[in-house]
């Protein structure tokens, strides 16, 4: 069965401090996969999407940066973050288009 | 205005009582996700639908495409079911625009 990982759950880092969260997803080959951030009392926003190794979308132009090295790992990455970098970033994938989305569990960030 | 709106923001009821979470969107859309976020943060997908009506266990989604209205209803709640509800329509190939969410706290 298909599963997806996310971590870490939780993350506190300094504002200026490097950020990699990572997620990948087993049990399926060429997933679409999705990076999402729900800041403090605000709806979802999708961040990136790659629906193949080394393709990256950006939704919204912002700190951060993604890459898909292998084909079940995608990573959000930072080199200086942001105090308006805090928040619950989620990753999720799908087989492809007009299929159901899955969530991973979650990485809440705070930025000090 | 968001293109996805939802109603109402926050929802208490008594145990055993008949649950409806109402969303409408302002854009053509392919398809709609009702998704479902508990405290801790993780996000359960409940249905993606783009006509009709499904159900699973108490759980029913409907969808009138020619109203952009999207309705949830929970049948015979229960203190698990709290949780902030969400739905998210499906633009385009990729991008899923969401809704602000409901909190529903069920008594018991």
């Known amino acids: 069965s298909q599963t997806i990982h996310q971590w870490p759950a939780t993350l506190v880092q300094p504002v200026g401090s490097p950020l990699s969260l990572e997620c990948t997803v087993e049990?399926?080959?060429?997933?679409?996969l999705y990076w999402y951030r729900q800041a403090a009392g605000r709806g979802l926003q999708l961040l990136f999407y790659?629906?193949?190794?080394?393709?990256i979308s950006s939704e919204v132009p912002q700190n951060l940066s993604a890459s898909r090295p292998q084909d079940r790992q995608f990573i959000l990455s930072s080199k200086k973050l942001l105090l308006s970098d805090s928040g619950f970033y989620l990753c999720?994938?799908?087989?492809?288009?007009?299929?159901?989305?899955?969530f991973g569990s979650g990485t809440r960030l705070t930025v000090v | 205005k968001n293109e996805v709106e939802q109603s109402p923001q926050n929802l208490t009821a008594q145990e055993g009582e008949f649950i409806t979470i109402n969303c409408s969107y302002s854009v053509g859309i392919s398809a709609l996700h009702w998704l479902q976020q508990h405290p801790g943060g993780g996000i359960v997908s409940l249905f993606m639908?783009?006509?009709g009506k499904k159900k699973h266990g108490r759980l029913i989604a409907t969808i009138n495409i020619q109203e952009k209205h999207s309705s949830l209803h929970i049948t015979a709640s229960h203190p698990r079911d709290s949780a902030v509800y969400i739905c998210?329509?499906?633009?385009?190939?990729?991008?899923?625009?969401f809704g602000q969410g409901t909190r529903l706290t069920i008594n018991p």
């Open positions: 639908l783009s006509s």
């Open positions: 999720a994938w799908r087989l492809a288009a007009n299929y159901g989305y899955t």
């Open positions: 998210a329509a499906v633009r385009g190939a990729q991008k899923l625009v």
């Open positions: 790659s629906v193949g190794i080394g393709q």
């Open positions: 049990g399926t080959s060429n997933p679409n």
